[in-house]
């Protein structure tokens, strides 16, 4: 079928600047070995350094092997440590955008295990950081082959088992099993559409990849779901909580893929969430929600970057724990890099 009738993303040649240092993929059915990653092996931890207290978290590195799939689904998780042994952790699962892996949004998962909340980043192996190795001019074959419908189950799927395993694991007695969320960014946001309950139609089957353990979802750069006219009926069935981040400059110009902040819109007035927030900022780009530093402005990176995850924590609280102050005195805050707020059902700005 014609590249362009897919409903999956091509998505984020920018992100050729994501190229991080090489990796083993020392995938082990059943062995959870646990390596622990150096603080300094994590990028923009020293932006940081007043919001994140380096000692109040964990981060370790599993290589898992779904072997239903013969699919290696490597993973790092941030671990809080200061919580009582007895606490129950709340847990986000984050999906990267395509050409990333589990090294990247460290500014997000460091974060966020400073405050409690256990954070686990996948690398989905079909659409990672080897998509930028090999001969540059099949490059863009690569980037449409990890664009795929297979591929774009596949991460769904690798989000499963990745939350299957660690709930299996000697972690998983900790986890707090109904306060999971589904976080990602660009074409992890669309895994995580999908894993929240978005569903599409293809060669006449509905696509019902929903993990009813999702509890909230956090959609960051959300592109559309390509060749599709009617999001509404492919989002209308994405119920849990949700928030959605993007900005003015938010634009992917890939040719035939071109999408700007208007479709992240787009989507937030389309999913079915009974709880939606959504937070513009002002000027900014696509990839400045990853771990790169210069993105969207130097001055303006590391304000996105805090103002994104300290919302992340305030929707977090809202949902799980009916706390409404940090969200409602979010916009306040940040006002000068934010060009538009909306928190539904209570009034937005």
Do not use: C
Not at 42 to 68: G, I, P, Q, R, Y
Not at 193 to 206: C, E, N, P, Y
Not at 219 to 228: K, N, R, V
């Amino acid at each position: 079928m014609p590249l362009r009738s897919r409903f999956f993303p091509v998505l984020l040649l920018t992100l050729a600047g994501l190229l991080l240092a090489p990796f083993a993929r020392a995938a082990q059915a059943d062995a959870e070995v646990a390596r622990p990653v150096a603080r300094a092996a994590m990028a923009n931890l020293a932006d940081a350094a007043a919001e994140v207290d380096l000692a109040s978290f964990e981060a370790f590195d599993l290589d898992w092997l779904d072997s239903t799939r013969h699919r290696a689904v490597p993973v790092r998780l941030y671990w809080p440590v200061r919580a009582s042994s007895d606490a129950k952790l709340p847990l986000v699962v984050f999906s990267h955008g395509i050409g990333g892996s589990r090294r990247g949004y460290s500014y997000l998962g460091a974060y966020w295990a400073s405050q409690g909340y256990a954070s686990l980043h996948l690398q989905h192996v079909g659409s990672d950081r080897e998509l930028w190795f090999g001969n540059p001019l099949s490059l863009l074959g690569r980037l449409q082959g990890a664009a795929q419908d297979r591929e774009a189950i596949d991460r769904v799927k690798d989000l499963r088992f990745a939350l299957d395993q660690l709930l299996a694991g000697e972690r998983g007695a900790r986890i707090d099993n109904r306060r999971i969320v589904a976080a990602g960014h660009s074409y992890g946001a669309n895994t995580t559409m999908l894993a929240a309950g978005a569903r599409v139609t293809r060669s006449g089957q509905l696509v019902d990849l929903q993990d009813p353990r999702i509890a909230a979802a956090v959609l960051i750069s959300a592109p559309p779901f390509y060749g599709q006219a009617d999001t509404a009926a492919i989002l209308q069935t994405l119920r849990v909580p949700s928030l959605h981040i993007t900005a003015t400059e938010d634009v992917i110009r890939i040719p035939g893929y071109y999408s700007g902040s208007n479709d992240r819109v787009a989507v937030f007035d389309a999913v079915g969430s009974t709880r939606k927030v959504l937070a513009m900022f002002d000027g900014g780009s696509h990839s400045m929600f990853t771990d790169r530093a210069g993105s969207g402005g130097a001055a303006l990176n590391p304000q996105v970057k805090s103002a994104t995850r300290q919302l992340a924590l305030a929707f977090f609280r809202s949902v799980f724990d009916g706390s409404d102050v940090a969200l409602h005195d979010w916009p306040r805050r940040f006002a000068p890099i934010v060009s538009r707020f909306v928190n539904q059902p209570a009034a937005g700005l």
